[in-house]
């Protein structure tokens, strides 16, 4: 499709037939289940409401438009099924793209693309099961991210960060928000964590907000299809804020990186701005001060950002970020490692903010904050991905849990090269930055003086060598090991 039209244009073509299989893929296992089973209606359409499945009518079934793909008219098939599956199914009302009719739309593509994902199995039990769909749509969001040139992150966030933010905050029950929710991932990560802990998906409010309408319509859908209820709303957190009154309990976000072209001109003097300005130029800071805004007075937020925002010192960001620590908001910073996003070399940390530290569900961590330094962990899935597997984000979140002194079994205590409790006090010294390499130090190994020693020893030897041999670019580097007792 590349050589008819962009790929703005053609993700919509190909998310929405992604869509419209799967949920054709849930109504044909179901519909083969009633037909054997004689006591039943396989038309029936409270059979798959009770069943959280979205009911298909018959024009609109995978089988009828592949059977049609190779017709002129598909195009127009496409769109009269779309709209079918609008109208009996409440929750998908106004979020299904129907334009597949129009003429720029090659009709002999888009019958090749019908064949092409029929191969596909994604809505059936065991491909829900691993959660298909949602790699598909990760996988494809990555892929029109790159052909669009947006920025890393904006779409959305590997499953292995959100499973890591969702395992720290814990968020078992009340209001969650994303006000830059993507396509959901938080939202599925948070239903699926409290149904593992043996909660109650009814104890959790969902709110979210998106303004690429794109992404937000995939987001409606992705909610959909797993039934989860929840408040959706379509437009731009700073200047369009739909949720202007929300407290949440719990705040998983992550928002663009370094976003340039915010709106920040427009709202200088805007009420969320309680530690200072953002920079025009760079909506870090803004997310922050919004994602505060939003919390209750026992509220926590855990949200990815740049690295960047851990040290800058520039444009009003580094008072930004002093206002906020002296306010004793920041609990936990986590500096995560290299190629975890598919879009974006840039370095990444985890924030978690706390409204209020003192003695609530946990102890009272009033005037501390936890610094982790997660940079060498994690595991490459490919040459050039990396992902936190879940003994990595177990390590992680326990580590939090005991600081945070819910775990009467497991003693917090600092680990050098990893994880270290730090004062206030100590935060000023290093002029309010919350780079956790700072303060972590280095990891401690057995036999590590004599071991340096060695090293050192063999390094010179290696570098004399090199000098013998002619080459003068490590003359210097002798001089300076003989200084310190190295030499040959």
């Given at each position: ?16 037939l ?19 089973d004689?006591?039943s ?22 089988d ?14 496409i ?55 949602g790699?598909?749509?990760e ?20 499953r292995s ?16 928000f ?19 802990h ?6 959790v409010s ?15 859908m ?13 437009g ?13 309990d ?8 370094n976003?340039?072209d915010w ?53 009003n ?16 910073m ?14 990444a ?73 730090t ?14 390499g700072?303060f ?34 490590d ?14």
């Open positions: 499709m590349r050589s008819n039209m962009d790929a703005a244009e053609y993700k919509h073509v190909v998310l929405g992604i869509f419209l299989k799967y949920i054709s893929d849930a109504f044909k296992e179901v519909h083969e289940e009633l037909t054997k004689k006591t209606d396989p038309e029936e359409v409270d059979e798959y409401v009770a069943r959280r499945v979205f009911w298909v009518p018959k024009e609109a079934r995978w009828y438009l592949a059977r049609n793909a190779k017709k002129p008219e598909i195009g127009k098939l769109d009269e099924a779309l709209d079918r599956i609008e109208r009996d199914n409440r929750s998908l009302r106004g979020v299904l793209l129907k334009n597949y009719a129009r003429p720029g739309l090659n009709k002999q593509r888009l019958g090749e693309l019908i064949d092409l994902i029929g191969t596909i199995g994604l809505g059936d039990k065991e491909n829900r099961s691993k959660d298909i769909l790699r598909v749509y996988y494809f969001l990555g892929q029109f991210a790159d052909a669009e040139g947006k920025k890393g992150g904006q779409f959305y966030t590997p960060i959100v499973k890591l933010l969702v395992e720290m905050l814990e968020p078992y029950r009340g209001r969650i994303d006000p830059c929710c993507g396509s959901g991932g938080m939202f599925v990560q948070s239903e699926k964590f409290v149904q593992a043996g909660g109650r998906i009814g104890d969902v709110f979210g907000q998106e303004s690429n309408q794109t992404t937000w319509r995939l987001c409606k992705n909610i959909a299809i797993r039934g989860i209820d929840a408040r959706i709303e379509w731009d957190s700073f200047r369009d804020d739909q949720f202007k009154d929300l407290k949440a719990f705040i998983l976000a992550n928002p663009p990186f976003d340039s709106g920040g001109e427009l709202l200088q003097d805007d009420a969320r701005w309680k530690f200072g300005i953002p920079p025009r130029t760079n909506a870090n800071f803004a997310w922050v001060q919004h994602f505060i805004h939003h919390l209750s007075p026992t509220g926590m937020t855990g949200f990815v950002l740049a690295n960047s925002s851990m040290s800058s010192n520039t444009s960001e580094r008072e930004i970020r002093k206002n906020i620590i002296e306010a004793d908001l920041v609990d936990c986590v500096a995560l490692p290299s190629q975890l996003f598919y879009n974006t070399g840039i370095p940390c985890l924030w978690f903010i706390s409204r209020d530290k003192r003695n609530q569900k946990f102890r009272d961590r009033s005037g501390e904050v936890l610094f982790i330094d997660a940079r060498n962990l994690g595991m490459m899935v490919d040459r050039r991905h990396r992902e936190l597997n879940d003994e990595v984000v177990k390590k992680i979140s326990e580590t939090y849990h005991a600081w945070r002194g819910e775990q009467k079994d497991k003693k917090y205590q600092d680990i050098p090269g990893f994880c270290r409790s004062s206030l006090e100590e935060l000023r010294k290093h002029n309010w930055i919350l780079t956790p700072r972590v130090g280095t990891e401690e190994v057995e036999g590590d003086e004599e071991l340096f020693e060695a090293k050192m020893k063999e390094l010179a030897s290696q570098l004399s060598k090199q000098v013998h041999e002619g080459k003068r670019l003359e210097e580097i002798i001089r300076n090991l003989e200084h310190l007792g190295y030499g040959e």
